[in-house]
């Protein structure tokens, strides 16, 4: 019997595997895999242990798959959402957060908002010993207009996700054969990961680019950063302003030249950004800041 083993993580995941078992049934899952993640705010796997329960599916870490010796025959396995290596890439699919081969790597998602692009998808490919270079199987793409916040991108892309899954397993469970196409490697683009160095805003940028990255890098991540007077500062919202002319203007970025009513107005690389929402990720508090105020990287 055609079986398959699940590799999730997040709420794809978590969503995948629900519409999964609502088209196919429960019988054809072998296991999930499912792991906690500290880096969001909710990683999904309560709700992925939930369901699994649900339908006494067994749940196991990546850590008892990498200790067992050999599991019973898979026809396929799915690694949706994943951020692990898995050792035995045998029938492993692996589901991408771009249209590859551009941004093969980490936080594909982010960096294309953070770039402005109007069109972003998802693909799913065989695992490759190069991580993200692997033959195609099925790709989808969207278009997105801007602002665009990472939580609603997400939400836009589960869709895709959900449809080549059913689309892929659909073949497997028919015994249709599962064509793949390879990349084109003159396209191929590269996307690094992305530590807390990167959350902080470098306002030496024009001001449509740190709202994008502030955007991309909001809930469920961690949320953009910035420093006042040598202490950390989350920035949630932020609104692109017109520019103004500012007089020798490099050596005034980042500090605040307006008030409105009562959110500060600070000087970008180019244009103006009004922050509304920030706090100390101490206290949770929104600090009072003096006009003279200069935001740091």
Known sequence: MTSFEFYLLGSKGFKCLEAFIRTFGSTYVKFVCAERDRDVDNDFYDEIKSLCDSYELAVISKEEVEQKACFESVTFRFAIGWRWLIKDSKNLIVFHDSLLPRYRGFAPVVNALINGDNL?????IWASEDYDTGNIIEQRSLEVSYPMK???AIDFLTPLYIDMLKSI????????????????EEKA???????????????????????????????????ARTSVDGCEMVIEEVEALDDINVVDREQHIGKIIFTRNPHPVVICG??????????DPTSGIRPSLRFRTRFGS
Not at 120 to 124: E, R
Not at 193 to 220: F, M, Q, T
């Open 270 to 279: 180019q244009g103006l950004l009004k922050v509304t929402s920030f706090y």
């Open 169 to 184: 397993a659909a073949k497997a469970i028919e015994n249709k054969k599962i064509l793949s196409r390879a990349q084109d």
């Open 189 to 223: 683009s590269y996307s690094p990961w992305r530590d807390e160095k990167d959350y902080v805003i470098n306002w030496s940028k024009d001001a449509s680019y740190i709202k994008r990255l502030v955007d991309a890098v909001g809930k469920p991540y961690s949320k």
């Open 120 to 124: 972003i998808g998802a693909t799913a």
């Open 150 to 152: 990472i939580a609603d």
